[in-house]
């Protein structure tokens, strides 16, 4: 095993330190996604029926709010809205990549003013983050038409072409083009390659480390697509891309005469291979609203067809093993696949003992204190949900995950107040114990998930704002301090957008209105259900 590949797999095997205590669990090197296929095997430790927490109220808004969570590090990221981080253990040393949404900020290493990109933060010591780094982004108008959302980041020696010891990023220019950037030195990255450009829509990306296949989200307007969809590229040699394929739900494709879903030619939000051995892709579509969801077979959607950018209505179909409609209000913004979960209720059957599921939150996007819409109904708020798809031919769901609007007002906060997105990592201690969401305005929120028929919120926090907090204004739209569009209609309101994971079980919060990046740790109770044996 090459040693950085050895570095990056072994980071998800052995025991990491979780406040002050090591949190145990099997110390092999797994290879899991996205640098290999193998999963976690998760243990029975939870029991059912869980008796009911009681769940602190928050604090004020211009306060912070925290419960079974602390805050242990914090970088400001220059004031930029983020969306996307990842981390990454290269060679170890804990790199943190931040994608941000349109908007310009002051580059604070180089006295510039550049549009924001991509921030690179040394988080080996989260207490004491770094910046590294700032790259650059789109500059095109609107809050999701500029800037580079998306971060994927692989290793070259996890990369079957890569360079050994090279580590690449992968990321969209706003809407305009998919790109890779060469970070082997962080502080100091260099762009290597644009895989394609000439498009109008980008969005979340998947990259398959182990294998070099990259589910692109994009659209080239030419070419007749409905909106955002799939272009799959083989990156196995970052520098040479190679393409596969377009493909998307059916409908979306050029001359679809038939479509999936409630309307024709949704659009989708992202994908997440489950690799080679599961031989299954979970595609998420509608973002907000008029969700589907689907579940494909890897191998005949990187083969069953003949034309790949005007594939036949069949050749649609045939990687499709099953998919389920979403209520219209609720959109497929993720779809995380959970492998094996054990059942408590179940442990004494002959059958049942074990479920897959899928988590799939749905994004909210109206910042409006929950009014009522025209004609007087109250727009419904947007979930998680948990789908069962042991039989993949009918998923369907089981449990909801949700925040209620009290106690905490969090409809009187300002801004959104709903889902966004679930943690997207195959980290050990945690897979199938717990689920991390952003809930926007709600903030952080973590999940007992191991009774997935009965999930259970377990631990919150909520950020303060600072003195880069946007105003969130009757446009739906967080506007930097200063900006001329700003009326007394406008508040200052958090906005968790993405968080994620590392190897040592820290948590990451970004945030879309420019709070900065939040490094956390569970304690209490929480903790508890993740060293649970």
């Not at 717990?434 to 709600?442: T, V, Y």
């Not at 999940?447 to 926090?461: C, G, K, L, N, T």
């Not at 993405?498 to 970004?510: F, Q, T």
């Amino acid at each position: 095993m090459h040693s950085e590949k050895f570095a990056r797999v072994l980071r998800w095997g052995l025991p990491c330190v979780l406040a002050a205590t090591a949190i145990p669990f099997a110390a092999a090197a797994q290879q899991l996604p996205p640098d290999g296929p193998a999963f976690p095997t998760i243990k029975l430790t939870g029991g059912s029926p869980n008796p009911p927490l009681q769940e602190p109220a928050p604090n004020p808004p211009d306060k912070q709010s925290e419960w079974n969570m602390e805050l242990v590090g914090h970088d400001d990221l220059q004031g930029r809205s983020a969306y996307q981080p990842i981390i990454v253990n290269e060679n170890g040393r804990e790199i943190a990549y931040v994608g941000h949404h349109t908007g310009a900020m002051l580059n604070t290493l180089t006295g510039v003013v550049e549009p924001n990109g991509t921030s690179l933060v040394d988080v080996t010591d989260a207490a004491h983050p770094r910046y590294l780094s700032h790259i650059p982004g789109s500059t095109a108008a609107g809050e999701e038409a500029g800037g580079a959302q998306m971060v994927r980041v692989c290793s070259g020696s996890v990369l079957p072409h890569g360079v050994r010891g090279k580590w690449y990023l992968l990321r969209p220019l706003g809407v305009e083009a998919q790109e890779i950037y060469d970070v082997t030195d962080p502080a100091k990255p260099t762009r290597l390659t644009v895989i394609v450009d000439g498009l109008n829509n980008t969005h979340k990306n998947w990259w398959e480390c182990d294998t070099g296949t990259a589910y692109l989200v994009a659209n080239k307007p030419s070419e007749g697509w409905k909106g955002q969809h799939l272009k799959i590229y083989d990156l196995s040699d970052p520098a040479k891309p190679v393409y596969i394929r377009d493909f998307g739900l059916l409908g979306q494709q050029p001359g679809a005469t038939s479509h999936e879903g409630v309307t024709g030619g949704i659009p989708i939000h992202g994908a997440i291979s489950a690799g080679v051995d599961k031989n299954r892709v979970y595609a998420a579509y509608g973002t907000g609203a008029n969700g589907v969801i689907q579940i494909l077979d890897r191998k005949k959607l990187l083969t069953a067809f003949e034309n790949p950018v005007k594939p036949t209505t069949e050749e649609m179909l045939a990687p499709q093993i099953g998919y389920i409609t979403m209520s219209p209000d609720q959109g497929g913004h993720t779809a995380f696949p959970i492998f094996g979960e054990p059942i408590p209720e179940f442990q004494t059957f002959q059958a049942l003992k074990k479920r897959d599921f899928l988590i799939v939150p749905s994004e909210a996007s109206r910042g409006d204190h929950c009014m009522p819409n025209s004609d007087g109904s109250r727009p419904g708020p947007h979930l998680a949900f948990m789908i069962d798809i042991s039989n993949e031919a009918t998923p369907w769901p089981v449990s909801t995950f949700r925040v209620p609007d009290n106690p905490g007002d969090y409809c009187g906060r300002g801004g959104r107040f709903g889902t966004h997105a679930v943690a997207e990592s195959f980290f050990a201690p945690y897979y199938g114990k717990i689920a991390i969401f952003s809930w926007f305005n709600a903030g952080t929120r973590v999940f007992d998930i191991r009774d997935p028929f009965s999930v259970q919120e377990v631990a919150y926090f909520i950020p303060a704002p600072n003195k880069y907090t946007m105003m969130f204004c009757p446009d739906g739209v967080s506007h930097p301090p200063g900006d001329p569009k700003i009326t007394a209609a406008c508040e200052r309101a958090i906005q968790t957008n993405n968080v994620e994971i590392d190897d040592r079980g820290l948590i990451y919060s970004a945030d879309r209105a420019g709070t900065g990046l939040h490094i956390l740790r569970l304690t209490g109770h929480a903790k508890d259900v993740v060293e649970a044996k």
